[in-house]
């Protein structure tokens, strides 16, 4: 995403950055996993989000999550697109925080 965001865009960011991966304890957020936040309408948004792996044993866990976060700030319809298109990198910021 740019770093160009709308107040509805922030708001969500910021409840984005609560859910946690549960292996590393690092927000989604941070991690890069969020790719494109699409606000639809007052009530519906779209999120376009990846995994670090295919085989990611969270991500119904993590969908789930970020779905009930966005619904508790009044989006009744929350659409989850998953892509590994492109496929995942750790972002340098990321790598800074964990040492690698």
Known sequence: MSNTYTDEQLEIISMIKMIL???????????????????????SVEITMTFTTPFCPSASMLKEQIREQLESIGYNTVTIVVTFTPQWKCPEDLRVMLGI
């Open 21 to 43: 991966d549960p292996d590393i304890y690092v927000d989604i957020w941070t991690m890069g996993l969020i790719y494109k936040i699409d606000i639809k309408s007052e009530e």
